[in-house]
């Protein structure tokens, strides 16, 4: 990180036409402590604000690209991984949390390992970027299409071996969307119908009342999750237990 903070932070100051007595009302409204002594203690390098406080600044300064200004490269000398400001005050925030609220770090926990989870999925199976042939510009994405999960009495699936490559509109409502499934079967009626095409986004975990893909005693099915049961939509269909084993593969997002 550039050593020159403080006199980079000045200069933006100065040049956005903010006094120091702004700029510390804008802080202390945010809840920092940052007295206008405490401003020209950071802006004289006798000290540094702490990471909030610092983006904050920046925000207000108009710095749009905090890295290049402040000479961050993600690596010290060494080759360690260094720190950034966002980073640093991400774990300030992530310790406040844990000390202050378990219960809440328990959420941040569920969240970051299943965002992690979905990213190392999409890195490990990254999807072709190609032209859709409707008369467009418009990109499309190339995905895994397996054949099939059921909707019924449980089929197995997954082997490494897919059926096909679909094309998926490259948007961003299917960002997360890893590769698709087929339907076989009726017990996901009226919302999912037998020959359906499901977009699934890869994860492990998956909430109550949501649709998800689910593998139980080495079979697969569609259903929606249950507090210790698969739930069928169609009511001509039974539940299915969970047992110890059974594992979720992936939250339907929608179909084709």
Known sequence: MNKNIGKILKESRISSGISVKEISDILVSKGYKASESTIYSWENENSQP???????????????????????NGYNEDGSIQLNIKEIDIIEKYRFITEESPDGA???????NRE????????????????LHNGSNEKGRLIDYYRSVSAGSGEVIFDDVYSERITLPDIPEYRR?????KVDGRS??????DGDVL????????QIGEIGIFNVNGQAYVKKLGKDKLISLNKGYGDVPLTEDSLCMGRVVGKL
Request: glycine fraction near 6%.
């Open 50 to 72: 702490t990471p909030g406080a610092f983006l904050v600044m920046c925000g207000t300064y108009g710095i749009k690209n905090v890295l290049n200004t402040f000479g961050y």
């Open 106 to 112: 328990v959420v941040v926990d569920t969240v970051l």
């Open 116 to 131: 992690y989870a979905i990213a190392e999925k999409l890195k490990q199976a990254p999807a072709a970027i190609v032209e």
């Open 177 to 181: 969307v890893a590769y698709a499934v």
């Open 188 to 193: 996901m009626e009226p919302l999912y119908n």
């Open 199 to 206: 977009l699934i986004e890869p994860t492990c975990e998956v």
